[in-house]
């Protein structure tokens, strides 16, 4: 079979309600690989008996050896992926309506890496905007200005990127495999190596808002705080080893 113009790559964990309503916003298609990888989570022996879903027509589904950290996930999807393009998807997050027209309008780009910026809602509610998404400052200083560094060096998380799977696999670029940070280095080391990227204007992704998510705890473990800092000294130390000048 053909390969498809994008790999599609979903970590999950414990969440399958949700990640039913994210890949109902993914369109079934041979275009799109769509490879979901479940962190260990209770009970996902029988998810395929129970989620009509996760056996429809080109999904795959993966386990980790061991649960604990969705870069982990995400580096399995990564080794699975045949498409020309790779992009992430939190299992709670989910594609606009034209998704598939906007990829399917993008799949013949020649940059490294596609940009797009994102909308942000609660996820118990969809209609309520969510202040989440952190990430629109890049996009309209990148507008503004054409700087592209804090897009390449500052957007930290790995949705709403859509990277081509050639960049990844030359500098064999992976996830940090630990709970909390993984994506800090991935999303530096892609930024850094891209040679051209674009920024579209419309939005791809629609981040979403949930008690009980990683992202929404407002106290931090001792060993959450120390992991972070580690994945922070890691990008750091790829920026001195590359002579990247910018501060983070």
């Given at each position: 079979?053909?390969?498809?113009?994008?790999?599609?790559?979903?970590?999950?964990?414990?969440?399958?309600?949700?990640?039913?309503?994210?890949?109902?916003?993914?369109?079934?298609?041979?275009?799109?690989?769509?490879?979901?990888?479940?962190?260990?989570?209770?009970?996902?022996?029988?998810?395929?008996?129970?989620?009509?879903?996760?056996?429809?027509?080109?999904?795959?589904?993966?386990?980790?050896?061991?649960?604990?950290s969705a870069g982990r996930a995400r580096n399995i999807g990564i080794d699975h992926a045949r498409g020309?393009?790779?992009?992430?998807?939190?299992?709670?997050d989910y594609f606009v309506d034209n998704a598939e027209e906007l990829l399917l309008k993008y799949k013949?780009?020649?940059?490294?890496?596609?940009?797009?910026?994102?909308?942000?809602?609660?996820?118990?509610?969809?209609?309520?905007?969510?202040?989440?998404?952190?990430?629109?400052?890049?996009?309209?200083?990148?507008?503004?200005?054409?700087?592209?560094?804090?897009?390449?060096?500052?957007?930290?998380?790995?949705?709403?990127?859509?990277?081509?799977?050639?960049?990844?696999?030359?500098?064999?670029?992976?996830?940090?495999?630990?709970?909390?940070?993984?994506?800090?280095?991935?999303?530096?080391?892609?930024?850094?190596?891209?040679?051209?990227?674009?920024?579209?204007?419309?939005?791809?992704?629609?981040?979403?808002?949930?008690?009980?998510?990683?992202?929404?705890?407002?106290?931090?473990?001792?060993n959450e705080w120390r992991t972070r800092l580690i994945a922070a000294l890691h990008v750091q130390l790829?920026?001195?080893?590359?002579?990247?000048?910018?501060?983070?």
């Open positions: 079979m053909e390969n498809p113009s994008y790999s599609i790559i979903i970590p999950h964990y414990n969440i399958p309600d949700l990640l039913i309503r994210c890949l109902k916003s993914i369109p079934v298609s041979p275009e799109f690989q769509v490879i979901v990888v479940d962190d260990c989570s209770p009970g996902a022996e029988s998810y395929l008996a129970l989620y009509s879903e996760l056996t429809r027509p080109h999904l795959e589904f993966y386990s980790t050896p061991q649960g604990g020309k393009w790779v992009t992430f998807v939190d299992a709670d013949d780009s020649t940059e490294d890496i596609m940009y797009f910026p994102s909308l942000s809602v609660m996820s118990e509610n969809t209609l309520q905007q969510s202040d989440r998404n952190l990430f629109l400052y890049h996009f309209s200083h990148y507008h503004a200005t054409g700087d592209e560094k804090p897009l390449r060096y500052e957007f930290d998380a790995p949705w709403g990127k859509v990277i081509k799977k050639s960049l990844i696999d030359k500098y064999n670029i992976r996830f940090d495999e630990v709970r909390y940070s993984n994506d800090t280095y991935f999303s530096a080391a892609i930024g850094y190596y891209a040679e051209r990227i674009k920024v579209p204007l419309e939005p791809l992704y629609v981040v979403t808002e949930r008690a009980g998510s990683l992202t929404s705890a407002k106290e931090k473990s001792d790829f920026f001195d080893e590359h002579g990247v000048k910018y501060k983070r």
